[in-house]
Structures are given as C-alpha cells and as structure tokens.
C-alpha cells in the first residue's frame, strides 16, 4: 500500500518525516499544529522578523504547541517568548490548513488577543530578530518574504471583524 511501512522495530523520526512529506495527502498525518497571537494597536499589528537557515522572514507571533500544552497556553507562551509582550487571548480568528498534495501538512490556530502593557526584558527566542508593530499596507509591501500565506490571511479576517468565541477551544487533558 502507497506510504505505509512495516517495519520489526520502531521507525526513526527521519523515517516518519520522509514518509509524510511523500505519501499522498489522504495519507499522511498533520506534521505541525501551531497556534499564532494576533494583537492589534492603533491599526498596526505586532510582527516578528525571523531568521530561519539564514533567511528572514516576517510572521505573527507563532510556534508549536508543546505535548500537554493546552492552546490557550501556547498562544500566550510563543507570544511572550517571540516578542516579550503579556498577551491576554480574547478571541479566536480562525483555523488555517495548509494541505498540499506533498510536503507539510499544517493547522495553524489564530488567537486575537489584547497585550499588557510594554515588553519584559527578556531575551528573544533565538532565531527572533526583533519585534515591531507594522500595518497592514507595510506588511503587505515588505521586501521581507512572510512565512507562510497565514500572514495576510489573518489580517484580512482579522481587518473583515471575524471574531470567534475564545470558548469554542477546549483542551481535554
């Protein structure tokens, strides 16, 4: 059968890593669930610039959530550790699913959240440039490449006045 592996011992994580990034998307798992804090002041939105293997990238505030981490958590924790502001969630904005038909799959949850006062001092997360606060016409015309098509997606629901229940997230721990 296309994409399954029958093997004496357990695989190795570069053997789950190929199999997912070439089996066809029906059968491949979700690779990554990441949640992104979405925080607006003044018509400018909190942006990190990144460096990833050399290359800067601009992005929300966003990461991977950590095995028994609720998403609540998540979202407060890359928000602090990416930027160093206390975010306070409030809404969801959405679920984005990149899903092509080979590579990654991802499900990225975006949170819109208020930030308390000024940033801590401390350290950002390595790889983290720096923070700022951009709006959505800079964003969009940056010679910095976003990270991902989420980017834009979530400042245009967030711009359209998308605003989920926070309650519509619930972790079962």
């Known amino acids: ?45 909190l942006v990190i610039e990144e460096s990833i293997g050399g290359t800067r990238y601009l992005n929300q505030p966003a990461g991977h959530v950590e095995p028994g981490e609720s998403l609540i958590d998540a979202v407060i924790r890359e928000v602090r550790e990416e930027t160093r502001f206390a975010f306070a969630p409030r ?23 208020d930030l308390d ?11 983290i440039i720096e923070a700022r606060f951009m709006d959505r016409q800079a964003i969009e015309a940056s010679p910095i490449a976003h990270r991902s ?17 926070l309650d519509l997230i619930d972790s079962i721990q």
């Open 1 to 45: 059968m296309v994409g399954e592996t029958r093997r004496a011992t357990a695989p190795l994580a570069s053997d789950v890593i190929l199999l997912a990034m070439t089996a066809p998307a029906s059968d491949r798992p979700l690779v990554s669930l990441t949640v992104a804090g979405i925080a607006c002041r003044d018509d400018q939105y």
């Open 91 to 113: 809404h969801l904005l959405g679920l984005y699913h990149d899903n092509p038909a080979t590579g990654r799959r991802v499900l990225r949850v975006a949170i819109i959240g």
């Open 117 to 127: 006062g000024e940033p801590d001092d401390r350290p950002l997360d390595d790889g």
């Open 149 to 165: 098509p989420f980017v834009t997606a979530a400042i245009r629901d967030f711009e359209s006045g998308r605003r989920c229940p």
